[in-house]
């Protein structure tokens, strides 16, 4: 049996390929090269690491800040094991994701998942070659009685968030989206 042929499923799919798979990994690799760019740029050309804290604007700055752990800072991890199972599980949930994408009917279910995936991998190769993920947005308001800061985070959280959406949109009122395996 070639690896084609095991990769066949009960309904004479594949986990491997579908319709829009090209598109999404298209949509990946330019979300994926996007936030890799920036990030080199906020670092090597825009200095951030000296620059402290850039204002631009009254509620958004530009800062760097290392994210050792998973979705706004939760479970951070400082040792090998730990950022190896969080980049594993990171790999695995490409892995579903994928699986999912071979199977979509749309357009905008593949740029969706694409988004998340390529976001998922720009967030993964911050893990292998920085202490972490390397965030540098943040919103806030702060007025005399009162003071809010969201979570810093960066151009691959934007497209995780945007895929998301994307999902939402499809699921609640495209009609279109295709069922995860």
């Known amino acids: 049996m070639s690896l084609s042929e095991a990769a066949q499923t009960d309904a004479g799919g594949s986990y ?3 319709r829009w798979s090209g598109f999404a990994l298209v949509v990946a690799a330019f979300t994926c090269a996007a936030d890799q760019a ?20 009254p509620f958004i700055d530009i800062i ?3 994210n ?5 800072g939760l479970f951070p991890q400082q040792s090998p094991a730990g950022v190896w199972g969080l980049l594993a599980f990171k790999v695995a949930a ?19 998942l694409g988004l998340i995936i390529g976001g998922a991998a720009g967030n993964a190769i911050d893990r292998l070659h920085w202490p972490g993920v390397m965030d540098f947005v943040l919103f806030h308001i702060d007025t005399a009685s009162f003071t809010f800061h969201w979570y ?11 895929g998301v959406v994307g999902l939402l949109y ?10 995860a395996p």
């Open 16 to 18: 491997l390929w579908g």
């Open 38 to 57: 920036l990030k080199f740029w906020l670092l090597l050309a825009a200095h951030l690491a000296d620059a402290g804290t850039i204002a631009l604007g």
């Open 64 to 66: 760097l800040v290392w």
């Open 68 to 72: 050792t752990g998973i979705s706004y």
């Open 94 to 112: 490409v892995a579903l994701l994928w699986a999912w994408l071979t199977r979509v009917q749309t357009r905008l279910t593949a740029a969706a």
């Open 152 to 162: 810093v985070f960066n151009l691959a959280d934007v497209a995780i968030v945007a």
């Open 170 to 179: 499809e699921s609640l009122l495209g009609g279109g989206a295709a069922k």
